[in-house]
Each structure stands twice: as structure tokens, then as C-alpha cells.
């Protein structure tokens, strides 16, 4: 039987495969600087059924991070980032992200919610969040 240090220690250890693996699901800036003078993330693109389950909704997001390491920690972390923005982004209505008020919504959802996974501060962490596509059918 395992106990709560062994389970955490396996998932760390499965989470570090997964991302090793699926390192190209993260575009790291390389530490080049993004205008704004810091780097980004980018993930691969999302296509999830919304709620309503007669519409879904194609995105590409960019992530703007605080620093390097946060952006190494999304790569680390990708199966619980990729896991987390599902979960979220499928719980919604198209209603709710249609108009500009719930897009704005959206992207403080995101970045609390990925800082949540990443046990990290908006300052240290996911800082901004780019709509690169946005798709409701």
C-alpha cells in the first residue's frame, strides 16, 4: 500500500517523464524577451466541447510568465497545465466567452488556476494571457 509521500513521489516522478516527453508542447521564448521584457510560453492548441455540448471551442493561448524558471515549470508541468485548462475551458457556455467581458473573465480564470497548479504567486507566475486564436462552432 502506498502512503501520501510514495503517491507524491510517483507522480512527480510520472509528471517529469510525461514532460520530458511531450517537451515540444511547450515553446519556451528560449530566454529571448518578449516585448514586454519577459518570456512566454506557448501551449499546444485546444479544442474542447463547451458544456452545452453543441459548440465547441478551438483556442491557441500564449502565457505570459514572470521568468524562465516559470516558464520551465509549465513544461515540467504540462499534463497538469494541459489537464486544468480542459477541465476549465470545458465547464463554460459559449455565452459566457462570447463577448469581450467574458474573455477578460476568462484570462483571470487562467492564470489563477494555472498559478494554483504551479503553486506559484501571479508575480512569480503566469502574468498574462494571449487569446492567439479564439474559435466558438
Not at 520551465?72 to 455565452?95: C, F, N, Q, T, W
Not at 477578460?104 to 494571457?129: F, M, P, Q, S, W
Request: charged letters at 20%; aromatic letters at 6%; hydrophobic letters at 45%.
Amino acid at each position: 500500500m502506498l502512503n501520501i509521500t510514495s503517491l507524491k513521489t510517483l507522480l512527480t516522478a510520472i509528471l517529469l517523464l510525461s514532460a520530458l516527453q511531450s517537451g515540444s508542447a511547450l515553446a519556451n521564448s528560449g530566454g529571448k524577451e518578449a516585448n514586454a521584457g519577459t518570456p512566454t510560453a506557448v501551449l499546444e492548441p485546444f479544442t474542447v466541447n463547451l458544456s452545452s455540448f453543441d459548440r465547441y471551442l478551438q483556442i491557441n493561448i500564449t502565457l505570459q510568465v514572470a521568468s524562465v524558471e516559470a516558464a520551465d515549470k509549465i513544461k515540467l508541468y504540462m499534463p497538469v497545465v494541459r489537464h486544468s485548462m480542459i477541465m476549465l475551458l470545458s465547464g463554460k457556455e459559449s455565452a459566457q466567452i462570447q463577448n469581450s467581458e467574458g474573455k477578460h473573465a476568462l484570462i483571470d480564470e487562467i492564470k489563477e488556476r494555472l498559478n494554483g497548479v504551479l503553486g506559484l504567486k501571479e508575480h512569480d507566475g503566469v502574468t498574462d494571457v494571449f487569446f492567439v486564436n479564439f474559435v466558438i462552432q
